[in-house]
Every structure is written in C-alpha cells, then in structure tokens.
C-alpha cells in the first residue's frame, strides 16, 4: 500500500512538472514567434495574451516616449495594465476611435513597467495623456458610468486636442 502510494505521488510530481514546462514552452515560443515591442525576454503573462490583440499593438517602451518627449515631438500616449478591469472596458472603445480620428497613439503597458507609474506621473489606468511639443498638455483618466458616457468623454478629449 505504502509503495503505491510513493508511486502515485512520483506520477503527480511528474505530471506536474510537465505541465510546468510544456506552459514555459509556449509562453517562449508565443514571445520569440511575436514582433515583440518590449524590448525585453521575460513578460508576464497577461502580456503575452494580448502580443497577437490587434487591440494592444502600437505600443512603446518608456525610454522610446523620453526619447519623442525629448525630440519635442507631439505624441498621444494610453498607459494601460492587461489586469485593469477598467482599461479591459475602455480599450475597445478608444483604440477604433484614434483610429478614425487618425491619431497614431501610442501604449504604454504599465503591467511591465511598474517602476514607470511616477516617472510619468500616472496614478490610475486607463489613462490618456497628449504631450505636445514634448510637453504634457492634458489627460484624462478613468471610464464613464457607461459605455457611452466613456465613448463620449473620450472623443471630447480627442476633439480638443486633434481640432476635428
């Protein structure tokens, strides 16, 4: 009985330590075969889910933003985390909406920058900052109470500062 027991025990550590290396697998792979933007070989795995979302394409890194805010560049930037229920609401939203406005907005995912929330001064995600001329202009953050209301003060926001 003893000895079944052991066996049993082994199969378990071993299926488990499969399981462990079959999913690191996957994740390398799903990471090498992506045009990853990040600049860096271990993403967590939230990340990994959305490498393929064409929802969360366009991003930058934080050295690449200071390099446009030091070319005084104007630069619309959305800091998101792939665990913020919040911006799982608001992305869908906005991203079609810079698309029809035709501003090419960039995302920083704060999920793999963490050390970036101050360097940036961002105290919640979604957040939508314009930088014009390398400087901060306006932001907004948050969601509506709905979906429209999201929808609405988010195109307010681009039709101040896009003049359409």
């Known amino acids: 009985m003893k ?23 996957k994740n390398k792979q799903a990471v090498d075969e992506s045009d990853n933007p990040y600049g860096k070989e271990n993403l967590k795995q939230e990340t990994i889910d959305q490498l393929d979302d064409p929802l969360y394409q366009n991003q930058i890194t934080p050295d690449k933003l200071d390099e446009k805010l030091t070319n005084e560049e104007d630069v619309f ?3 998101y985390s792939p665990t913020c229920p919040h911006c799982k609401r608001v992305t869908p939203i906005l991203v079609p909406m ?3 406005f035709g501003v090419d907005m960039k995302k920083l995912n704060l999920w793999e920058f ?3 929330w101050d360097r940036f001064g961002i105290e919640g995600t ?23 209301q999201t929808e609405e003060m988010y195109q307010k926001f681009l039709d101040k500062h896009t003049g359409k």
């Open 77 to 79: 930037v959305y800091f």
């Open 114 to 116: 963490e050390h970036d």
């Open 3 to 25: 000895k079944k027991m052991v066996i049993f025990a082994v199969v378990i550590v071993v299926l488990f330590a499969a399981l462990y290396f079959v999913t690191v697998f």
């Open 126 to 148: 979604p957040t939508l900052v314009y930088y014009k001329d390398g400087k901060e202009v306006d932001r907004i953050s948050g969601e509506g109470k709905n979906e429209e």
């Open 98 to 100: 810079t698309e029809d």
